[in-house]
């Protein structure tokens, strides 16, 4: 048992925050906000520093690395609420064709082109596979390849990968611009198939478990954003001839966030952990880091728009970006209702107290 | 450190484990056989009890053997506690010694107090309460008024006043508190830590009823309690800074143990796939509560793991400790209001059947967010101390 992270591990950490300090800030968000299409910098910078190619084979030109090592970083592009596809790319997209990419259909063939691409290029990929045909999917507007599900009229299920020049996507707004949605035209090919069948539900459903904890991670990123923002206007902002931040309701406001955000940690940390292991009870470690980041991530959204009173109800003030994302992922992959319903099932149905762990 | 981040428990840790769930099997009563420690008789039994474990050396198993431990680490003390709740055995009447004088003891006792404090509190043989709370002195501690004066004469100390809601204060043989030594300076200083007998001459002990109608707590009364030297625990007029070191264990690592939750979590589960099969649409209606209530458990015990993580890497827990205490007593509130939901117009039934722990259990719950410190007085610690704000 040793729940800490590695120091190269803070390191890397430390590296990506450095660097999105300088090419992500509020500055840049509201540049995107203006025209989402443009391409910054910054995702080859992160490409770089070997954090989009993080997942993909070290032969395919990536560090071969897993989720434990990836959540840190997510946090980080939480924290500045970066507008690249990270999560999409490098926690969904390249271990989904990884896993699925050793079939023999056409785009099985084109797996080991993409992951390179990812890794050397920083291709980017939206995946909407828990989308039903016709709903929107982050990110699809302006990606260089989008993974979708569908059902087979016999029931199987699918897994297809759209590359951009295949596919007609119809922008959605979103209260988020730079979220991206939008609507991929499209209907299921031989030649867009990439697995299907009982390999490909069992590549489904991880990719639904692994999104649960990235997005955790985001949202853990966006809360201490959130939450230091505020403490550091409430330091500030006199009322009353004195800090706001001295008056005891605005304290219990901040306090109690801060408390759900320092518990919901350990589930994202521990969640990555169990999926990289592979530990029996891994989908329910997923469902209760989402469902804890989501309750910490909206909390500390309601806490942080009300300590900042009018200000923050403007579009002048930062908060509203940090805001606008929370919301957006609070929903995304499963809200907190929807996991505990999942866990609960998984409780009624199997082990229900802590195991122990030696033949986990 | 280099060592990978992994969740499992080590062989040898799960060894412990094994040993420990063996012994418990064979030796544990059955679940709530023993009659409640906050009655005369049923405190009685429960000393038995430690002192069936101490000869087996279950007692205190992260101890110096010399002691009576095991001299086993903070992680096969949280695998020791999981077993211990999973065998629903009973509740510690030695807790206030064991898990917070203890702890206090390592840190600033001499040797001698170690050695003459230590085993029988091990053994259950001396039990302690907390003397901290007095009538005028809640949340504002430093307020207390209760005084100790030196006398060459006695040759220690001179002990008067008044303390009160002294968990287990009504059968306990020993008390620690805080006496006011030097009452000209600032509040915080002039504080002294004593270890009192309360068989000595001049203790009044007033047991006092609680909300479930069991003498749960006392109050206490001095009147010229004369107190040895020996029996000051860390220096005279720093009794604040112990103090704290003692509210920490009671808020942070050592009182509350995941597994405390995590098994009435498990429980609750079983609750309500009992209740499923009785009347599925009502207990349904609680089905998010129920989860909501397993996944605090959960993330409690995941927390502390990462807390104990830190702890043996050297790291300490400073107002960290707050948060935790208002995370274990509102997870225990969830989980006994769920359960009671679950429960609907059974829920009130009081006494024998086996859902009776549940009702006890929220009972018991209720007085979480105001013993360790409110949380009110908690949250105040968490937005001064860990996000900066400032006091006032
Ligand atoms: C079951 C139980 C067991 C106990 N066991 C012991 C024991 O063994 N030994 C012992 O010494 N004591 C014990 N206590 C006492 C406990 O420590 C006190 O109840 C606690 O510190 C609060 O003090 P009080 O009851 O005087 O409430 P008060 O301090 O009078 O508080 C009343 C209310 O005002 C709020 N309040 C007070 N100050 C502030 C503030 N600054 N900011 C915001 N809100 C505030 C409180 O949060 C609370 O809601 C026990 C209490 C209970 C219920």
Redesign the pocket.
Known sequence: MHFAFTDQQLGFRDAVRQLLAKECTTADLRTAYEDPSARPARWHSLAGLGVVGLTAPEAAGGLGLGLVDLVLLLEEAGRVALPEPLTDTTALAVPLLVELGAGTTPAAGRVGAWIEAVARGGLAAAVGTDRAPGDAVAGADGADLVVLASVAADGTPEVHVLDAGAVAVEPVPSLDPTRRLGRPVWSPTSDTLLGSGPEAATALSRTADRAAVAVGAELLGLAEALLGRAAAYAKERQQFGRPIGSF?AVKHLLAGAQVRLEFARPCVYGAAWALDVGTPDSSRAASVAKAYASEAGLEAARVALQVHGAIGYTWECDVHLFLKRTWALAEAWGSAADHRARLLDSLLAGPRRPQGSATA | MDQPLDLRFTDAEEAFRAEARRWLASHAPPPRALPSLDTAEGFEAHRSWEREMAADRWSVVSWPEEYGGRGVGLLEWLVFEEEYWRAEAPLRVSQ?GIFLLAPTLFEFGTAEQRARFLPPMATGDEIW?????EPDA????AGIRSRARRSDAEGGWVLTGQ?T???R?AFAEWCFGLFRTDPDAERHRGLTYFLVDLASPGVTVRPIP?LDGET??AELFFEEVVVPDAQVLGEVDRGWNVAMATAGSERGLSLRSPARYTEAAGRLVDLYQHGLARDPERTRRSADAVAQAWMDAEAYRLHTLWTATRVLEGGSVGAEASANKIHWSETDLAIHRAALAVLGPEAEVHGGGVDAPWLDGFLFAL?GP????????QR?VVAERLLGLPRG
């Open positions: 005891q | 206030n309460c907390q003397g901290w709370s809640g949340s504002d501690l303390k809601w002294a968990s204060g609680q749960g707590f007085a105001i013993y360790a410190g409110t949380n009110e007085v105040n």
